[in-house]
T-cell receptor, first 109, second 115 residues
Framework: GQNIDQPTEMTATEGAIVQINCTYQ??????LFWYQQHAGEAPTFLSY??LDGLEEKGRFSSFLSRSKGYSYLLLKELQMKDSASYLC??????????WGAGTKLIIKP | DGGITQSPKYLFRKEGQNVTLSCEQN?????MYWYRQDPGQGLRLIYY???????QKGDIAEGYSVSREKKESFPLTVTSAQKNPTAFYLC??????????????FGPGTRLTVL
C-alpha cells in the first residue's frame, strides 16, 4: 500500500528553527510537495522537490532523498504566524497526490 | 484576481437530503479535484477531472457525484447515500503538463455538517 508518515504534532519557540520530517512509500514517484494549512483554511503551496537535495525559499527549505523515501521541511526564524499544520504529499506514478495526515506545529513565545 | 472560489463556506444538511457544493476557478486550469478532510487523516480524493465532460473516481467516490460541463466549474453533489458526510471539503485545480499534473491550488473549502 501507499503510505506517508509525518509526526502528529511538534512544538517550537519563536525565533528558533524546526525540522518537520516526512517518510513515504508510494507506487512510483513524481515529486513531493509541502503545503501549509492554518486551522479552518485551505492548504497553500510551499515547496516542490523532485530531485535529491535542498530547495531554499526564504525562511523555508525543503530537502529530498529519493533513495531513503525521506523529506524534511525546515523553518527558520520562527514567527507566531507559522503556527499551522504542514502537509506532506507525494505524487505517485498515476500523477495523483498521496497525502500525509499533517504535522501540527505549535509556536510558543 | 485569479483564484478558486467555493461556496458556501458553511453548510448544514438534514439526513436524507442531497446537497451540492460549488467550485469555480478562473485560473484557466484544465484539471480540477475534490477532496475531503477529516481530523487526523490526510486529504482523500473524491473525484477529479482533467478535461471538460470527463471525470474519474478517486479513492472515496461512493455517495458523491460530479459534473464538468464548463472548464471553470466542477460542482460536487453529496448524496443521501454517503454514510458519513460531515467533513471539510476542498476543491483544487492545476494545469496539466505533458508528463502529468502540476501543483494543485486550493479553494477556501466548505465545511458540511449533517444534522
Amino acid at each position: 500500500g501507499q503510505n506517508i508518515d509525518q509526526p502528529t504534532e511538534m512544538t517550537a519557540t519563536e525565533g528558533a528553527i524546526v525540522q518537520i520530517n516526512c517518510t513515504y512509500q508510494t507506487s512510483g514517484f513524481n515529486g513531493l510537495f509541502w503545503y501549509q494549512q492554518h486551522a479552518g483554511e485551505a492548504p497553500t503551496f510551499l515547496s516542490y522537490n523532485v530531485l535529491d537535495g535542498l530547495e531554499e525559499k526564504g525562511r523555508f527549505s525543503s530537502f529530498l532523498s529519493r533513495s531513503k523515501g525521506y523529506s524534511y521541511l525546515l523553518l527558520k526564524e520562527l514567527q507566531m504566524k507559522d503556527s499551522a499544520s504542514y502537509l506532506c504529499a507525494v505524487m505517485d506514478s498515476n500523477y495523483q497526490l498521496i497525502w500525509g495526515a499533517g504535522t501540527k506545529l505549535i509556536i510558543k513565545p | 484576481d485569479g483564484g478558486i472560489t467555493q461556496s458556501p463556506k458553511y453548510l448544514f444538511r438534514k439526513e436524507g437530503q442531497n446537497v451540492t457544493l460549488s467550485c469555480e476557478q478562473n485560473l484557466n486550469h484544465d484539471a480540477m479535484y475534490w477532496y475531503r478532510q477529516d481530523p487526523g487523516q490526510g486529504l482523500r480524493l473524491i473525484y477529479y477531472s482533467q478535461i471538460v465532460n470527463d471525470f474519474q473516481k478517486g479513492d472515496i467516490a461512493e455517495g458523491y457525484s460530479v459534473s464538468r460541463e464548463k472548464k471553470e466549474s466542477f460542482p460536487l453533489t453529496v448524496t443521501s447515500a454517503q454514510k458519513n458526510p460531515t467533513a471539510f471539503y476542498l476543491c483544487a485545480s492545476s494545469i496539466v503538463l505533458a508528463g502529468g499534473a502540476d501543483t494543485q491550488y486550493f479553494g477556501p473549502g466548505t465545511r458540511l455538517t449533517v444534522l
